[in-house]
């Protein structure tokens, strides 16, 4: 049996796994390839344009395992041979567990936040901060835009924080919740506001909106218009001048991906023979592990098949 794992683009093999719903993980099937996919990333990437046709979470020797990054992620682990993680998150956020894992011996892991300076903090006292800082700008009469990408850190900020009223999400992130909420989460609806902002009332109120910076258009509405702060989440906040790079006035580190710490665990658990790093720092993750005892190496983008080296 031959296997594609989230392939840049379509692949003659027997199956094409696809981890999630992201686009830069998305592509329309070979047609003469069974998709492995969770029904969720099937109804994600419909409502984001792509077809992935008929899916299935079952095939022979294989199996599906939640990765916890986002709504329907997957990873697979085929046999005890092979474990590729697909985006990974390494904590539970709102009404999203951690990746799962199992032993095999050959393990293909992301490495987005793969070196040591990338540790996120408590998602509880990210929460507190925010509310705190949401409270202050509220006190000043000033609405509060909380950023995400449109997929994924959307929902979980429409969950965390929907208790504040007024409450508005943006056109783009309130199609997704509307996915989110068929596929049973329970997401506070909100009113929709449309990319013009037409119908968005005097502050103060707090807004769900895809990640932005400063200079686009509509930020510049919002900070003009409204006096808006911009609020970005991102595991690159971890980084001190990311909220000055995209214009933000605050940036909190909060992932759907592992930290450095969780990649580590992540690893340890699996106990595999030979480690592929893929996505993000992978030489000097590949190299932490080595040092570690792990064979590891990491992928380039270029190689199809792990026989390549």
């Known amino acids: 049996m031959s296997y594609a794992l989230d392939p840049k683009a379509p692949s003659r ?12 993980h998305v592509q329309v099937p070979d047609p003469r390839s ?34 916890g990054h986002i709504l329907g992620s997957r990873a697979i682990c ?18 999203l567990g951690r990746c799962k ?7 293909i892991t992301e490495s987005t936040f793969g070196k040591s300076n990338y540790v996120f903090p408590p998602v509880s006292q ?61 997401l506070r609806k909100g009113k929709a506001v449309k990319a013009d902002l037409e119908g ?22 919002l900070k003009k218009e409204h006096g808006a702060a911009l609020v970005a989440f991102s595991g690159w906040a971890s980084d001190p001048g990311y909220a000055y790079s995209i214009g933000a006035d605050y940036a909190f580190a909060v992932s759907d991906h592992c930290d450095y ?5 992540l690893v340890k658990e699996v106990s595999p023979e030979q480690v592929y790093t893929t996505h993000g720092f992978t030489g000097e993750f590949a190299m932490d ?10 992928l380039s983008g270029y190689q199809a098949f792990l026989s390549d080296y």
């Open 78 to 95: 085929i046999g005890d041979e092979v474990l590729y993680t697909g985006d990974a998150a390494g904590r539970d956020r709102a009404f």
């Open 101 to 107: 894992t199992k032993k095999a011996r050959i393990m």
């Open 126 to 186: 990210v929460v507190k901060e925010v509310n705190s800082t949401i409270g202050t700008l509220f006190d000043k009469g000033r609405p509060v835009v909380l950023m995400g990408y449109a997929l994924g850190k959307s929902q979980i900020l429409s969950h965390l924080f929907s208790s504040w009223s007024p409450f508005y999400v943006h056109e783009r992130v309130s199609e997704i919740n509307d996915v989110y909420r068929l596929c049973g989460v329970n």
């Open 200 to 221: 968005l009332s005097a502050g103060p109120w707090v807004m769900v909106a895809p990640m932005m910076s400063s200079r686009s258009r509509i930020a510049q509405r």
């Open 13 to 24: 093999t027997d199956y094409t796994f696809v981890s999630h719903a992201h686009l830069d």
């Open 289 to 298: 592990l080595r040092n570690l005892g792990f064979d590891a190496k990491p």
């Open 261 to 265: 710490q969780e990649l580590l665990a």
């Open 34 to 67: 069974k998709v492995l996919a969770s029904k969720e990333t099937g109804m994600l990437a419909k409502a984001r344009g792509f077809d992935l046709g008929r899916t299935t979470e079952t095939a022979e020797d294989v199996k599906l395992l939640d990765s």
